[in-house]
Structure formats: C-alpha cells, structure tokens
Nanobody, 126 residues
Framework: QVQLVESGGGLVQAGDSLRLACAASGLSFSSYAMAWFRQGDGKEREFVAA????????KYADSVKGRFTISRDNAKNAVYLQMNSLKPEDTAVYYC???????????????????WGQGTQVTVSS
C-alpha cells in the first residue's frame, strides 16, 4: 500500500521560512517523479514544484521560482520543499504526489500523478 505523509506545515509570518517533508512508503521511490501541489481556500489545486526520479531535473511554478526549492533523498524515501520568503498568498494545504516516471520530463497537471498524500496546512500571516 502506497503512503505519502506530509509534515512540516504551520503558521508563520510573511518573510519566514518553512521546510515541508514527505515520507513515502510502499513504492519503489527512486522510480517516481515527485511533486508538490497546493490548494488555497476556494481555489483550484495548483502545481508548485516537481523533481525527477534522480533529482537531476526540477520544475517550479512561476509564483514560487526563486523562493522555493524542491529536493529528494532516495536513501530516505523522502522529498522536501524548502519555502523561503513566504507570502500570505502562499497560504494553502500542500500536497505531496508521486508519478511512476524515470524520465526527465516533469508533468504539471495534477491528473498526471498517481499517488497523493493527505496534505499539510501552511498559513502565512501578513
């Protein structure tokens, strides 16, 4: 049974940093591209960042480029999202997702990803 468990969310002030983590189990982690999505209140789910199976390729939404960094540790079956210079508009539930893909192309639509975590809330106050 595949499980993705996010952690690290919380309430912070604008300009602060947070590091989200996603622990994966039940899958051959190094064969999966991993991604982070987010969904704010009353908003559609949106792509945030993705990383290829070996960590060699990353992709970011324009809204987070230069502030967020995605990384992975295949030895620990974990993916991370370092979020710096947080803004109130970053407030959302953040979801970890996985797609079986051993290529460097990284899809951005959520429908392309097979497994999802339950999410972790990030709230940024102004």
């Amino acid at each position: 049974q595949v499980q993705l468990v996010e952690s690290g969310g919380g309430l912070v002030q604008a300009g602060d940093s947070l590091r989200l983590a996603c622990a994966a189990s039940g899958l051959s982690f190094s064969s999966y591209a991993m991604a982070w999505f987010r969904q704010g209140d009353g908003k559609e789910r949106e792509f945030v960042a993705a990383i290829s199976w070996d960590g060699s390729t990353t992709k970011y939404a324009d809204s987070v480029k230069g502030r967020f960094t995605i990384s992975r540790d295949n030895a620990k079956n974990a993916v991370y999202l370092q979020m710096n210079s947080l803004k109130p508009e970053d407030t959302a539930v953040y979801y970890c997702s996985a797609k079986f893909l051993r290529l460097d192309t990284l899809p951005t639509p959520g429908a392309a990803y097979e497994y999802w975590g339950q999410g972790t809330q990030v709230t940024v106050s102004s």
